[in-house]
């Protein structure tokens, strides 16, 4: 899992990336950024000049990773689910 992209949720930034490691388990493409199979720059550029020309859409992806990033990333959310699990590995 990424941790620059989960930073980069965290302050509410639009996802441009790769569906590398773990983001194809979680990553809603559209809603967060985009995911591109390419690598060519051209195809980067392009996602970048939507979010440009569409400062409602950044917005709305923005609040949505800003709030999706706190409510699943946080330490203070999953500390205590890893305590939990921990717990019950001892067990």
Known sequence: M?????EAMAFGLPVISRPVGGLKDFFENGR????????????????????????????????????YARSNFMASKIAPDLESKLANIRK
């Open 2 to 6: 990424p941790t620059t992209l989960l």
């Open 32 to 67: 967060m950024g985009f995911l591109i199979d390419s690598t060519d720059p051209l195809d980067y550029v392009e996602k970048i000049d939507s979010l440009i020309s569409d400062p409602d859409l950044t917005m709305r992806i923005s609040e949505y990773n800003s709030e």
